[in-house]
Every structure is written in structure tokens, then in C-alpha cells.
């Protein structure tokens, strides 16, 4: 497995093996990995030829009271799990090779980012669409995976590969779970072991929406209601937002009739916390 820091390296080992016709696949994360991305890493690799991970806690799509300082790192741990994965090369690049001084372009688009988690996060998509741009455009992959976890980002992700004519095929990867129903992600590692208990809130939502949906309940109203009371009979929780919106553009739906994403963003403690399910409602 190589281990590549600079954009350069990266750029000129990409290139190097697309010369030899080698396909590349491609998996983007800020690092501290998990089951979740280990799953990512899985689905791409009999996919490919080269399997591509990078690790880079990008700064511009963290707001300013957000937890850009204190994100979770371990570079050792990562390193043995993409290799157990099979990865063939991880990007590692420094910030400043990244954005370096009089950097000045954002990718930026128009409605998915106003939905869901842009409404609280208002710098965060731009980051995320021009960090992914710039990553593509340096490990210049046939195919990447990314997460149904980041729901949203996912969505962002295959709009702006459409708008712009990239030639990457995105694959999504299902959501992994603890035993429990916790959505595996770095950011539990900042709960106690009582906002543990408590993050289970989230997963427990989605089953009771699916529950209820199935037996016929259609009002987004009333089932937010119910959500929001099993939310907050967990200590320590402060719901951001509930959306049951269209899969494809994140628009809110009222009245639920066909397949609809259950989408929600808890605090626990100073934790945020999001998960997500599709719902079909003829199932
Ligand atoms: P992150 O390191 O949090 O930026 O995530 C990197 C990639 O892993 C994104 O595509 C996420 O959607 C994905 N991911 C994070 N957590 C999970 C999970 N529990 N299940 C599946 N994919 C995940």
C-alpha cells in the first residue's frame, strides 16, 4: 500500500497507472474509520483495479463553532484497516497543498444545499462539493463510494458529477450500524457512555416511523410530533430537524404516499448526530 502526502505524488501515480489501463476507485474520508468506511472500502474493491482512500479533515466545510479542533485521529489505526481492506494507495494531504495562499473557488449549488442539514450548516455543503471536485480532479478515479450515512452529501455529490459532465460513476454504500442501531461514525467517539444510551434515540425514530408508515400513517405532522416526543424522552437530546422529504430533492412531503427519506439531525450533549431511512410506504 502506498502512501502518498502531496498532490503531486498522488496526480503522478493516478496517472501512472491509468497508463497501464488500471481502473481506479476511489473513497474519501476524513479518517478515524470504521466499520462504515471499512464497508465502503469493500463494496469498491472487487469493482476495481485500484483502490484509492483519502484521509483529510477538510477545513472549509466546518463552521466556525463546529468541531474542526478537536475531530478524532488515528492515522496508525486507519492506516492497518485500509490496508486490511485492500486499499492500494491513501492520499494524505496537507492543508496548506490543498488551499494554498489566494485559493478562491467554491463549488456551490443552488437547492439540495437549502434542505436537511445546510439549513444549520450554511458553509458546509460548499466545502464538501469543492474539496470532493478537487479530489477527483487529483486521484482522477473511474468510480467512487460514498455513504447513505451522509444522505444529503450523497445527493450533493451525483448532482454536481451530472452539472459538470465528470466521468466518475458514484456508488452509494448502505448505512452500518452498532449491534444496537447506533449509525457507526467518528463522532460517537465524543459521547459518554449516558449520551451513548441516549444517541440511540435516533435509530429508534427511524423504526418507529417505519412502524407507524406501515401501518398506514401518512401525516409527516404527526409522525414528527412522535418522533420528536421519543427524541426527547432520552436525556440530553435536542432535535435539530426532522424532514420527511423526496429522495431526489430533498423537498419536505406532507402527506406521505410514495417512497419518502426519514431524515434527522439530534444533539446529544454537544454531539451532533445524524441518520436517515427511505421509507415506501407500499411496503
Ligand atoms: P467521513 O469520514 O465521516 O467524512 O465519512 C466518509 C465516508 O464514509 C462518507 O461517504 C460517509 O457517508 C461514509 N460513512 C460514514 N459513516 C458511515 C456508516 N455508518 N455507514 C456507511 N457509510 C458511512
Redesign the pocket.
Known amino acids: 500500500m502506498e502512501i502518498l502526502k502531496t498532490k503531486a505524488d498522488m496526480q503522478a501515480w493516478s496517472k501512472n497507472k491509468k497508463k497501464q489501463s488500471r481502473t481506479l476507485c476511489f473513497?474519501?474520508?476524513?479518517?478515524?474509520?470504521?466499520?462504515?468506511?471499512v464497508?465502503?472500502m469493500e463494496k469498491g474493491r472487487p469493482l476495481c483495479d485500484e483502490l484509492v482512500l483519502s484521509?483529510f479533515v477538510?477545513p472549509t466545510q466546518f463552521g466556525p463553532n463546529e468541531d474542526l479542533s478537536s475531530y478524532p485521529s488515528n492515522i496508525e489505526n486507519d492506516l492497518l484497516l485500509a490496508e486490511k481492506a485492500g486499499v492500494t494507495a491513501v492520499f494524505l494531504p496537507h492543508k496548506k497543498d490543498m488551499y494554498p495562499e489566494h485559493f478562491q473557488t467554491e463549488i456551490k449549488l443552488q437547492s439540495l444545499p437549502r434542505h436537511l442539514c445546510g439549513k444549520f450548516r450554511p458553509v458546509h455543503f460548499a466545502g464538501v462539493a469543492t474539496v470532493v471536485t478537487k479530489l477527483f480532479n487529483i486521484v482522477m478515479p473511474d468510480m467512487a463510494?460514498?455513504?447513505?450515512?451522509?444522505?444529503q452529501?450523497?445527493q450533493i455529490i451525483r448532482q454536481l458529477v451530472l452539472d459538470l459532465d465528470l466521468d466518475i460513476r458514484i456508488l452509494a454504500?448502505?448505512?452500518?450500524?452498532e449491534k444496537d442501531g447506533l449509525?457507526?461514525?467518528?463522532?460517537n467517539a465524543y459521547l459518554s457512555e449516558a449520551q451513548r444510551a441516549s444517541a440511540l434515540s435516533l435509530s429508534r425514530s427511524l423504526d418507529l416511523a417505519r412502524e407507524l408508515v406501515a401501518k398506514g400513517e401518512k401525516s409527516s405532522a404527526l409522525l414528527r410530533s412522535k418522533i420528536e416526543a421519543l427524541i426527547h424522552s432520552f436525556p440530553e437530546t435536542e432535535v435539530e430537524y426532522i424532514s420527511f422529504c423526496r429522495p431526489e430533492t430533498l423537498e419536505e412531503i406532507e402527506v406521505i404516499e410514495t417512497k419518502v427519506l426519514l431524515a434527522l439531525a439530534v444533539k446529544v450533549g454537544k454531539t451532533r448526530l445524524i441518520d436517515n431511512v427511505l421509507i415506501n410506504p407500499g411496503r
Do not use: C, W
Open positions: 473513497v474519501p474520508t476524513m479518517g478515524y474509520l470504521h466499520q462504515g468506511h464497508s465502503l484521509i477538510n463510494v460514498f455513504g447513505m450515512k451522509d444522505y452529501q450523497l454504500g448502505e448505512i452500518i450500524r449509525a457507526m461514525s467518528s463522532r
